[in-house]
């Protein structure tokens, strides 16, 4: 079974371009995940999908930055114009939506990320 | 907003001491997961701890679930140099889908 899979593994943009980064999560997966971490830091959530629809988006840091999930399959996030502080890595993650009992299982399967560095 | 914070940042041992990182939660968790993040590579589940007190064992690690589940551990025994990484843990409040991570422990095993 494929997993999580990024793409690029590495963009270098200068500052005011635009860049999109693809996610194509496991199959079958409902949820899927975009986080950021930035040189050393946390893992920083910012959006959650469900199929096609924005579950929780309240992660993301401003306009600059837009999530889509057309036909809740693979997602795209794009950030334009890009700034220098958006550099860092931006993993994708999916998950199961199975409810165990009252318990949901939200384990997540990464991808390898996208190191993005903006100059 | 719910917060999870993870001490210590850093911690560098000799290769056969134990080792510890620590995850405490501003609310009440439904489950606590465990990921480990080798140098250059991408956070890996390691565990899902989801009962009030519960301890589980993965050979030399032990993963603990406070009585409040609001905090929670990951010791590892005789630390071998393949340890290396940093060490997440995530947190999923009661009745919601978002798992918030903490900022890791990064460990440092020398030989």
């Known amino acids: 079974e494929a997993g999580v899979t990024q793409f690029p593994s590495h963009s270098v943009i200068e500052k005011g371009q635009t860049v999109t980064l693809r996610c194509d999560p496991i199959?079958?997966?409902?949820?899927l995940y975009w986080y950021r971490r930035v040189m050393g830091k946390e893992i920083k959530f910012l959006l959650h999908?469900?199929?096609?629809?924005?579950?929780?988006e309240s992660g993301m840091p401003n306009n600059r930055f837009l999530a889509e999930r057309t036909g809740g399959t693979y997602s795209t996030l794009k950030v334009q114009p890009a700034e220098l502080e958006d550099s860092g890595v931006y993993f994708c993650?999916?998950?199961?939506?199975?409810?165990?009992?009252?318990?949901?299982?939200?384990?997540?399967?990464f991808g390898q990320g996208t190191r993005l560095t903006v100059v | 907003g719910q917060q999870v914070m993870q001490i210590p940042q850093y911690q560098h041992v000799q290769e056969g001491e134990d080792f510890t990182t620590y995850c405490n939660s501003s609310?009440?968790?439904?489950?606590i997961q465990w990921y480990k993040q080798r140098p250059g590579g991408h956070p890996v589940f390691l565990i899902q701890?989801?009962?009030?007190?519960e301890v589980k064992k993965q050979k030399r690690l032990t993963f603990q679930f406070g009585e409040a589940k609001k905090n929670s551990s990951l010791h590892i025994t005789a630390t071998q140099t393949t340890d290396v990484g940093t060490y997440f843990c995530a947190g999923a409040r009661t009745g919601g889908f978002k798992t918030i991570f903490g900022a890791g422990t990064r460990l440092f095993v020398k030989a």
């Open positions: 609310t009440t968790l439904s489950n």
């Open positions: 199959s079958g997966h409902d949820n």
């Open positions: 999908f469900v199929k096609e629809s924005k579950q929780d």
């Open positions: 701890l989801v009962k009030s007190g």
């Open positions: 993650a999916s998950s199961l939506r199975r409810a165990v009992g009252a318990i949901m299982n939200t384990e997540a399967f």
